[in-house]
Nanobody, 126 residues
């Protein structure tokens, strides 16, 4: 009953920029709070890897390969997380997935679960 909807992927040339967005919403009940939110990516033939994460208090973490180029941020009022990607490289090409740990209140009671978005393709051409 909780959905993460991503947007902002696409095709860009090497050195270009993209901004990904991921908004959480509840089809039933309502979202009480969101703990850590993050962006993962999976390239063809590779395992999914954590790209960046941000806690509810704003502490961030990045994989070494994107440090200095990517910035993760969130808007708690909108239940949304962003990933600003600059100086993109062909090796950044992957499907990017949003992840969030969400405290959700339904008629059956509260739950704290991990949710995933459907993924958005990012392709960087050389």
């Amino acid at each position: 009953q909780v959905q993460l909807v991503e947007s902002g992927g696409g095709l860009v040339q090497s050195g270009g920029s993209l901004r990904l967005s991921c908004a959480a919403s509840a089809a039933s009940g309502y979202i009480l709070s969101i703990n850590t939110m993050g962006w993962y990516r999976q390239a063809p033939g590779k395992e999914r890897e954590l790209v960046a994460s941000i806690t509810s208090g704003g502490m961030t973490n990045y994989v070494d390969s994107v440090k200095g180029r990517f910035t993760i941020s969130r808007d708690n009022a909108k239940n949304t997380v962003y990933l600003q990607m600059n100086s993109l490289k062909p090796e950044d090409t992957a499907v990017y997935y949003c992840n969030a740990e969400i405290f959700h209140l339904q008629s059956s009671g509260p739950t704290l679960l991990d949710y995933w978005g459907q993924g958005t393709q990012v392709t960087v051409s050389s």
